[in-house]
């Protein structure tokens, strides 16, 4: 049947009926198709060496997109990396913050306030210590005066 006497059936062709796209993906498919066989009939004429070049030029083709591929992806594994770390430091700042307020509403002094302290009784200490060395020499002029 041609496709004049379909039309006037009300039937529509098959390759009518296919849309645009699937049209093209047919069309595209047979000229793979195509072009394999013609593949094939060239290399049976010109023999081995042919064929020996097709496959070296698909080794190419292969060994290009391999490195093409790694590159790619290392590129996303190291952004993978990089916002995990990230993740990681707001997390870790966001418990920070969380177990400090929770400090501060029991009345536990943070390590910023212990280290204030530490460092307030170092200077305390050596100012006794100061204090303690000058104290016999004061004792002593008293004694002087009081003889």
């Given at each position: 049947m041609s496709d004049?006497?379909?039309?006037?059936?009300?039937?529509?062709?098959?390759?009518?009926?296919?849309?645009?796209?699937?049209?093209?993906?047919?069309?595209?498919?047979?000229?793979?198709?195509?072009?394999?066989?013609?593949?094939?009939?060239?290399?049976?004429?010109?023999?081995?060496?042919?064929?020996?070049?097709?496959?070296?030029?698909g080794r190419e083709v292969e060994k290009q997109t391999k490195d093409k591929t790694e590159s790619r992806v290392e590129e996303i594994k190291e952004r993978v990396r990089h916002h995990t770390g990230e993740t990681m430091e707001k997390m870790e700042k966001a418990f920070d913050d969380r177990l400090n307020k929770a400090l501060s509403r029991l009345g536990l002094p943070n390590k910023r306030e212990v280290e204030e302290l530490e460092k307030r009784v170092q200077e305390l200490t050596r100012a006794l210590d100061d204090a303690e060395d000058k104290a016999p020499v004061k004792r002593q002029l008293r004694k002087k005066k009081a003889d």
């Open positions: 004049n006497q379909n039309e006037k059936e009300g039937r529509v062709s098959p390759l009518k009926a296919l849309t645009g796209a699937s049209r093209d993906i047919r069309k595209y498919t047979h000229q793979i198709w195509l072009a394999g066989l013609g593949a094939f009939a060239r290399a049976e004429e010109e023999g081995s060496g042919f064929f020996d070049a097709l496959v070296e030029a």
